[in-house]
Structure formats: structure tokens, C-alpha cells
């Protein structure tokens, strides 16, 4: 993984938090869909 990749990635986290916090959506389901997305490529 390249520092730019391991930035987006905890950027990424932070938000998926700030979200959790925000709307108390289950993370799990997020980074399932962000999964779902990524392999579609």
C-alpha cells in the first residue's frame, strides 16, 4: 500500500466515523457498499 493510498484509506475512515456518529449508519454496511463499488472496477 502507498502512503497515498494509506492517506485516502484513513481519510476515509474518519469520515465513515464522523458518519457513524452523524446518522448512527453501521459501518459494516458502508464499508460493504465501498467494497461492492471498489470490486466492480
Known amino acids: 500500500m502507498t502512503s497515498k493510498k494509506m492517506h485516502c484509506f484513513k481519510k476515509a475512515m474518519h469520515f465513515l466515523s ?4 452523524k446518522y ?3 459501518i459494516f454496511l458502508i464499508s460493504d457498499l465501498l467494497y461492492q463499488q471498489y470490486k466492480k472496477k
Not at 464522523?18 to 456518529?21: A, D, E, G, M, S
Open 24 to 26: 448512527n449508519v453501521s
Open 18 to 21: 464522523v458518519l457513524q456518529k
